[in-house]
């Protein structure tokens, strides 16, 4: 525990953790057992543990999260008239880009971030230093390991990190913690949680038509020509349900006598409306991600005309705000005071907007010819190598302001 210069008055021996010698550790498999579905409408318990089994949320989060994932994260040096330049003699350069730690991969470290931001509301990893105060690496924390807490005497914001079963203090300095939006100043919110209701229902709508195939379709019963005892039915239920339950007993051909028949209920899932349910519940959740349905397969509402239109509104209001919070939290955790005014961090989302071969030929073209892009900078844009004598601005020559319209031609006209 690093108590350099601080304290933490309610951290006594005599105090808040007394108690949990006889609780079990964060990470225990007793915190992720049933624990009833009470406050639900369906009997099925939503968390953000065990949102990820919704085929919706999961494509919604997995794409978000390879999306940025998949960005370059790169470290800028300031330029005078408000340029920039990668830094890659910066530090934190290669943690940020390629190596946050000794055992991931930076695509692995940001689609586990992301993935943890949009289901339980909080990114943790821990701040690694050296002697100097200098960053070495991201040591990725899940969240169910880390409280964030803050001390009421001092105001002194920490976090509770059960790290291997061993209680283990941070401070606000030695954690890389990036919060959803929301909730009280400490920690985000979990959209699972703020949208529980909206993913229960179309949970319970997967878990209808996989009950309805497992029990091997439409509503059935056992009608007897009497009067059976309560014993002699649940001996008969468990028989037929035994033989003939079940999609691998499915058309299995048997034999009822005692004059006992199968009644069926007609079962219209059309008059339902059970597909129409389906969909509703895939829009519900994909609008609390702000994802485009093409984005995860569902393409009902896409045409050729406004797909690459949606593609880039994916990269403009999904990708592009989160961008922004995992910049911004960056550059207030892992930068010293005097390299802020220096270097930044900023995730690169060229390749996101590109939009069509066509349309970004016109748009490099246009910058090209006013002088707002060397040919260089576009190339390297465009993933091609730099060539000689590419890196001048360049601006069409017939373009003169309005004044001086038709005096080139009045001064080359020969005098009588």
């Known amino acids: 525990m690093n108590l350099i210069g601080r304290t933490l008055t309610s951290l006594m021996p005599e105090g808040r953790f007394a108690h949990l010698s006889g609780s079990p550790a964060v990470d225990d498999e007793f ?18 543990g065990n949102s990820l089994q919704s085929s919706t949320v999961y494509a919604c989060v997995s794409r978000i999260a390879a999306t940025f994932a998949s960005l370059p994260f790169n470290v800028h040096r300031r330029l005078p008239n408000d340029g920039k330049e990668l830094a890659r003699d910066h530090r934190l350069f290669s943690i940020l880009h390629s190596d946050p730690n000794d055992e991931q991969t930076a695509f692995e470290f940001w689609e586990i971030a992301i993935t943890h931001l949009l289901t339980w509301g909080n990114a943790y990893a821990r701040i690694v230093m050296d002697d100097k105060r200098n960053v070495l690496e991201l040591k990725q924390l899940a969240p169910h390991q880390v409280t964030p807490k803050r001390d009421p005497a001092t105001g002194l914001r920490f976090y509770e990190c059960w790290i291997n079963r061993n209680l283990e203090i941070l401070f606000d300095d030695e954690m890389f913690h990036i919060p959803w939006f929301g909730g009280d100043g400490l920690k985000g919110c979990s959209p699972i949680e703020l949208q529980r209701r909206a993913i229960e229902h179309e949970m319970a ?50 034999i009822l006598d005692q004059g006992i028949t199968i009644e069926t209920v007609a079962t219209n899932h059309r008059d339902l409306q059970f597909l129409e349910l389906r969909g509703a519940g895939v829009e519900e959740i994909a609008r609390i991600y702000n994802m485009p349905l093409h984005m995860i397969q569902s393409m009902t509402a896409a045409t050729n005309n406004n797909i690459e239109h949606q593609g880039i509104d994916y990269g403009t209001h999904t990708i592009h705000p989160i961008c922004e919070r995992v910049e911004q939290r960056v550059h207030k955790a892992l930068f010293g005071v005097r390299e802020k005014l220096t270097f930044f961090a900023e995730v ?34 465009e993933n091609d190598n730099p060539l000689p004598g590419g890196d001048k601005l360049y601006i069409q020559g017939a373009m003169v302001p309005l004044e001086d319209a038709g005096k080139q031609l009045t001064a080359a006209a020969p005098q009588n």
């Open 31 to 48: 915190w992720y057992k049933p624990v009833g579905a009470r406050g639900t409408s369906t009997g099925i318990y939503v968390s953000a």
């Open 348 to 381: 690169n989302l060229d390749a996101l907007m590109r939009g069509d071969a066509v349309s970004r030929a016109e748009y490099i073209g246009k910058r090209i010819t006013s002088g707002t892009m060397t040919p260089n900078e576009a190339r390297i844009r």
């Open 205 to 254: 709508a997967s878990e209808y038509g996989a009950r309805f195939f497992l029990n091997s379709g439409p509503y059935r019963y056992l009608a007897a020509p009497g009067p059976l005892s309560p014993t002699a039915m649940t001996n008969l239920l468990d028989w037929v349900m035994k033989k003939f339950g079940g999609l691998k007993n499915a058309h299995t051909m048997g």
